[in-house]
């Protein structure tokens, strides 16, 4: 604002002459950012409305009043990088491309005492990347920033990047944030980033203080659970190792996996690369009882874990009986997703022939369905399934799994695709497009279902609703109490034998019929108000009197829609016999309505809307 223009606003408000500086930077061509409208420009002052005429995205010349805009508004400075992106985007561009670290460095220095929070860094950066490319953008950036010397790294959102004074090597920095924490478990990772930023120079620092706090984390930190103390114990050691220390500490890795009922939980969450040194561990701490502990892991695996352990038991002479045991999970029913993952992407794998060749066959193919809808009722969210994604990405699966095949077999598994809950329905039916590829006939599958979808069901909103919940209901509260029914009847041992998992398996076929059978009716539901109906001929929403041949009385029925019955209250639906014979009646019409063998004849007496009594 020029200084006559900011006079004139004083001398009217006299409190905004503490804000006389805010005020003055509020002048033409200045970038800014608006709490409610985002970054804009000023593009002029208003003199004769004292307004600011600013342009924000999609939103040209707006006017605001430069008092109002004190506490809402902030006035960027020229090296911020949402103006540099105005004026100099070419270079941002390359930055962002080429040197995301000189990026952050930049945008340190148009803060005050070059620092900013985490939530500011990352608002900002958002803004100059783009929120669609953001996400992935950040995550690699970080790890560029973290390694430059010219950046303090905080540790939590809350607080600050600094860009210091003097840059500090990657092993000094890390000492200084290992001395400055108090946090057992960010001991231990910055231990093992330092053995390896040391180690990449040749350098053995002073490392026995550290050590220490490693070795005190690891015994007296109540902060970690069982994966993170053992993995701090074999950062531990090989850190006295590193810098040749003889101390013997306590708790030893081998005490720390002594307990067998402890290595499921401590697998799941152990580090993956420490995987391979824990199935050593287990090996060398439970040599007798490894080969029983390492199939127990493995039924039970996810992701690389799973690789290794397989490689582990063949590596150990394990093959033949692997091959047989996955053959018995597999009758069982217990092959779990991550081993079928397995199974399938190896399937074409010399060296795991003998291992796979028996179980490439139509069963897998059932055992994948299974372990992909057992997936999708456990999922809290609508989160991705890796099983249901090969299935869908490597277009020879599904061949390979029905060579072996016949006829009828494929019929029942594309059944079974076609009630599956863990994909969606486009994917469904680019799926059956492979069996029907091989076997034509299931094309009939298809077709009866895109004709059961194609009448449209009317439906009153009060009967829509109602059928929804009980929709509800079967899905998030039926459909999980049967998935842990069946998951703890699972465990209580052979499945042939075992009747709780039987009465379990068929509660849930009939609530998946259940909920496929309410899906496809709620998805031809067409919702009505019964005000399109007339009263020329009898149709859903008419109130139809009839007079009955034989007695001469006269009943008056309500049609309604497809879920509406009510008989005590002559409410029927149109889908009735009753209601399939009166619809496109007219009065005088003659009507009969089969009763058992026998049959009733009536006449139309008269048709009234059923919008209009209501």
């Known amino acids: 604002m020029n200084s006559e223009a900011l006079s004139a606003l004083i001398a009217k408000t006299p409190s905004l002459k503490a804000s006389k500086a805010k005020l003055e930077a509020m002048e ?102 783009g929120e669609d490319k ?215 794998s010399k060296k795991f022939a003998k291992l796979l060749n028996d179980l490439i066959t139509p069963r897998l193919l059932s055992s994948i369905f299974f372990a992909i809808d057992y997936e999708a009722l456990q999922a809290a969210s609508a989160r991705r399934i890796p099983l249901g994604d090969i299935l869908s990405e490597d277009t020879d699966l599904i061949s390979d799994l029905l060579s072996t095949a016949d006829p009828e077999t494929a019929r029942d598994l594309a059944n079974t695709l076609m009630l599956n809950q863990g994909f969606e329905e486009l994917t469904k039916k680019s799926l059956l497009a492979r069996f029907i590829k091989i076997f034509p006939k299931i094309q009939s599958l298809v077709a009866a279902d895109a004709e059961s979808k194609e009448e449209q069901l009317l439906v009153s909103k009060t009967s829509f609703e109602r059928k929804r919940e009980e929709y509800e209901t079967i899905v998030s509260k039926k459909i999980p109490e049967n998935s842990k029914a069946i998951a703890t009847a699972r465990e209580h041992g052979d499945l042939k034998e075992n009747s709780e998992y039987k009465m379990a398996k068929q509660d849930q076929q009939v609530l998946m019929a259940q909920k496929t059978s309410l899906e496809k009716d709620l998805g031809r539901a067409r919702i009505t108000d019964f005000k399109e109906a007339s009263t020329e001929q009898a149709s859903a929403g008419t109130i139809v009197e009839v007079k009955s041949e034989a007695t001469g009385k006269t009943t008056r029925y309500t049609i309604l829609g497809a879920w509406d019955g009510d008989p005590d209250n002559n409410i029927v639906s149109y889908k009735t016999p009753l209601g399939v014979a009166l619809l496109g009646k007219k009065r005088g019409d003659a009507i009969k309505v089969k009763t058992g063998a026998a049959g009733e004849f009536y006449t139309v007496v008269s048709i009234s809307r059923y919008a209009d009594k209501n």
């Open 28 to 129: 033409p061509g200045a970038y800014v950012v608006h709490r409610s409208w985002g970054f804009g420009q000023i593009k002029r002052y208003d003199d004769s409305a004292q307004r600011l005429l600013i342009d924000f995205k999609g939103k040209k010349a707006h006017p605001m009043d430069p008092a109002f805009c004190l506490n809402t508004m902030e006035v960027l400075p020229e090296k911020h990088l949402l103006v540099r992106k105005e004026t100099e985007p070419k270079k941002i561009a390359e930055l962002i491309a080429e040197n995301p670290a000189q990026l952050v460095v930049e945008a340190l220095q148009a803060y005050p005492n070059n620092a900013a929070t985490v939530i500011e860094m990352e608002i900002t950066l958002a803004q100059v990347i």
């Open 134 to 348: 953001f996400k992935k953008w950040w995550s690699a950036a970080k790890k560029a920033v973290a390694k430059d010397p010219r950046v303090s790294v905080p540790e939590k959102k809350t607080e600050c990047y600094i860009l210091r004074e003097t840059p500090i090597s990657a092993e000094d920095e890390i000492l200084e944030q290992f001395n400055t924490t108090r946090s057992a478990r960010r001991r231990i990772l910055l231990a093992e980033e330092l053995i390896s930023a040391t180690a990449k120079k040749d350098i053995k620092a002073d490392l026995s203080a550290v050590l220490k706090g490693v070795a005190d984390a690891v015994k007296d930190s109540n902060q970690l659970d069982a994966s993170e103390r053992l993995n701090g114990a074999a950062i531990r050691d090989d850190l006295a190792k590193y810098i040749g220390s003889e101390a013997a500490f306590e708790p030893s890795q081998a005490s720390l996996i002594a307990n067998v009922r402890d290595l499921p939980s401590i697998a799941e969450k152990i580090p993956v690369h420490f995987q391979s040194r824990f199935l050593d561990l287990i090996l060398e701490t439970h040599p007798i009882e490894c080969r029983d502990i390492l199939f127990n892991l493995l039924k039970t695996s996810q992701g690389k874990f799973t690789t290794e352990c397989i490689n582990f038991l063949i590596e150990h002479d394990h093959a033949d009986e692997l091959a047989a045991t996955l053959k018995r999970w597999q009758t069982e029913q217990n092959l779990r997703a991550p081993v079928l993952l397995w199974v399938v992407k190896n399937r074409h």
